[in-house]
T-cell receptor, first 113, second 108 residues
């Protein structure tokens, strides 16, 4: 099976812009979670989607949003980018039966200048 | 509030020596705890979970509710164990709360 894929892998944006990141889960995985990884804060949970519905949300401002499509693919959007949004954004998918076993993608490296 | 603490950012041990990566947690409910590992140039992946009580790649971890700890141990470290290790706590089915990680280096 192909692993979790994320596009793009690298992105450079300027402050004030918005960005959309994409994640394709492993075939058959219906849950998709997003994490932000930074040197200072480590890995932080953003949100989780299942069957096109957001089930869980972390402690991030409303500028961070996401959605999931009927084929389980997910996108996350960050509006009005700030310098502090520079991070590696990781997507993870899992099976319904084993939600704790999350399969991570390679991440999208976002740099905000 | 939940918290996962990994006190060591860096840990170096010699090949063949025992290794212990520390993890302490704070959680009001009944915790589910995991260890994830990221080898060089690879993706983050699940190493083990406390419920399974199994040994993976020689590693074991015991949940000690009294000490609120979930330390990862291996009796004889190997060079291929060098990696970044993250302790994680489940706040719900798909919501993982990660520690800041410990980079383990096994010296040949």
């Amino acid at each position: 099976k192909a692993g979790v894929t994320q596009t793009p892998r690298y992105l450079i944006k300027t402050r004030g812009q918005q960005v959309t990141l994409s994640c394709s889960p492993i075939s058959g995985h219906r849950s998709v979670s997003w994490y932000q990884q930074t040197p200072g804060q480590g890995l932080q949970f953003l949100f989780e989607y299942f069957s096109e519905t957001q089930r869980n949300k972390g402690n991030f401002p409303g500028r961070f949003s996401g959605r999931q499509f009927s084929n389980s693919r997910s996108e996350m959007n960050v509006s009005t980018l700030e310098l502090g949004d520079s991070a590696l954004y990781l997507c993870a998918s899992s099976l319904v039966q084993t939600p704790y076993e999350q399969y991570f993608g390679p991440g999208t490296r976002l740099t905000v200048t | 509030a939940q918290r996962v603490t990994q006190p060591e950012k860096l840990l170096s041990v010699f090949k063949g020596a025992p290794v212990e990566l520390k993890c302490n947690y704070s959680y009001s409910g009944s915790p589910e705890l995991f260890w994830y590992v990221q080898y060089s140039r690879q993706r983050l992946q699940l190493l083990l979970r406390h419920i399974s009580r199994e040994s993976i790649k020689g590693f074991t971890a015991d949940l000690n509710k009294g000490e609120t700890s979930f330390h990862l141990k291996k009796p004889f470290a190997q060079e291929e164990d060098s990696a970044m290790y993250y302790c994680a706590l489940s706040q719900g089915a798909n919501n993982l709360f990660f520690g800041t990680g410990t980079r383990l280096t096994v010296i040949p």
